[in-house]
């Protein structure tokens, strides 16, 4: 199986642009003024053709077949709308196009625009169960860790997660809930929410207490180096003295370690080679461990993992199939989440085709069988990067389910996550574990 998407707003790396903007500058050195009208709205309605066709000839749905009625609506009133709209806006209203492919590896990513880097929020938020919060935050910005946010700009939460929404290149509605917190961060977001087009700033509100809000400016700042939707980590620059299992080693690709006699908890966050272990080599130590001492409770824990390479899952089906086998009488428990994506996604998918394992946690932003393949394509005028999916990915034929639905559901709280508790795990500890 070829090499399946790592992620949805993945690609492009460039450095921050230093300084921000004020109102009726100067644009900054190394910065663009803007284009003459009529070569703006030309070079915008050069880009929007061009994306049309190339989804014409690589999609692997449209292709074949005509677009989505939609789409050529979106198209029809986007056009129109170039002389209105801001550049960032115009990027995000792309992004909205793609979202109509109804796949979440089809995208167009906002962050840059003619080589320069678009703006956006210096926090990191996540929707947890209970609202959305603050999660970590650059340097300068420290203050906001922790908050709970109730109004973006002029919008409540609530109205701001609906309207992102029809911008989240997604396979199931979980995306959302995944991709729908970074879009939310961008400037050309708060535009279609009703800010000013090019505003240096943006009021925030949030939660102080029972029954209380306050609220605060906070500015934009250029997005910085990306590399995806970024994974749930400690909660910000503040290091618990016992932080949870599930957000100590998320930069590792996968590991292992035995919780008690009868508990063993495997964490896989990517389907790559590591820098000193492949993933076969890895595999096979994990099938040694698991014979030496077989547990009673084998935990596959997969809400880091948003992807990679899906011809490297062979080696690590097998071994989670041998244990079945040899140990009938032990629990084999897959801790799934919104992150899990692509081939993580053909992992857990053949997971539930091969063996009787439970799932745990929430349901992944895929499906069983979908449509997704990273194929990049650069828009002429603007520069502007994202991707068209080419392949059909079927794990389990004839499956039409909208994603694998978790035998436990346990969502996660804001107090469990600031509260360094894995919920999750200790649910499946419980109810499955050795006492």
């Known amino acids: 199986m070829k090499w399946c998407v790592v992620t949805v707003l993945v690609f492009v790396t460039f450095a921050a642009v230093p300084g921000r903007d004020k109102p009726g500058a100067t644009p900054a050195r190394g910065q663009r003024s803007e284009e003459p009208t009529a070569d703006r709205v030309k070079g915008w309605l050069a880009d929007i053709d061009y994306l049309t066709a190339e989804i014409r000839r690589q999609h692997f749905v449209y292709k074949s077949r005509p677009l989505p009625e939609s789409f050529g609506r979106k198209v029809r009133e986007l056009k129109d709308a170039v002389p209105r709209f801001s550049d960032e806006r115009m990027l995000l209203e792309l992004q909205?196009?793609?979202?109509?492919?109804?796949d979440g590896h089809c995208y167009l990513l906002p962050i840059t625009l003619r080589d320069q880097p678009t703006k956006w929020l210096p926090i990191q938020l996540y929707l947890f169960s209970d609202g959305l919060f603050v999660v970590d935050a650059e340097k300068g910005y420290e203050r906001w860790l922790g908050r709970r946010i109730t109004r973006l700009g002029p919008a409540p939460v609530a109205d701001a997660m609906k309207r992102v929404s029809e911008f989240s290149s997604r396979d199931n509605e979980m995306g959302v809930s995944w991709v729908g917190p970074l879009l939310l961060r961008f400037r050309s977001m708060f535009e279609v929410l009703g800010l000013d087009p090019g505003s240096v700033k943006v009021r925030l509100g949030y939660h102080t207490g029972p029954g209380g809000e306050a609220e605060e400016d906070i500015d934009f700042i250029p997005v910085p180096r990306l590399r995806g939707v970024p994974k749930l980590g400690l909660p910000g620059t503040r290091v618990a003295a016992e932080p949870p299992l599930y957000l100590r080693q998320v930069s590792l690709p996968y590991w292992f370690q035995r919780l008690d006699e009868g508990t063993l908890y495997l964490q896989f966050n990517q389907v790559m080679n590591g820098p000193d272990e492949s993933l076969a080599a890895f595999a096979r130590r994990l099938e040694t461990a698991l014979g030496e001492r077989p547990p009673n409770l084998f935990v596959v824990d997969v809400r880091h993992n948003n992807g990679g390479n899906a011809e490297l899952l062979l080696p690590l089906m097998a071994v989670l199939k041998t244990f079945e086998s040899k140990q009938p009488a032990a629990k084999l428990v897959v801790i799934?989440?919104?992150?899990?994506?692509?081939?993580?996604?053909?992992?857990?998918?053949?997971?539930?085709?091969?063996?009787?394992?439970?799932?745990?946690?929430?349901?992944s932003s895929s499906k069983p069988n979908f449509v997704g393949e990273e194929n990049e394509v650069v828009l002429p005028w603007s520069k502007a990067r994202g991707s068209i999916s080419n392949r059909y990915h079927e794990s389990i034929p004839g499956d039409r389910r909208e994603g694998i639905e978790p035998d436990l559901k346990v969502e996660v709280s804001s107090a469990d996550y600031f509260g360094n508790r894995d919920s999750v795990l200790d649910t499946v500890r419980r109810l499955y574990g050795r006492p």
Do not use: W, Y
């Not at 909205?96 to 109804?102: A, F, N, P, S």
């Open 96 to 102: 909205g196009l793609m979202r109509q492919l109804g």
């Open 336 to 363: 799934t989440g919104r992150n899990t994506f692509s081939a993580a996604q053909i992992f857990i998918s053949q997971v539930d085709r091969d063996t009787k394992a439970l799932f745990a946690g929430e349901m």
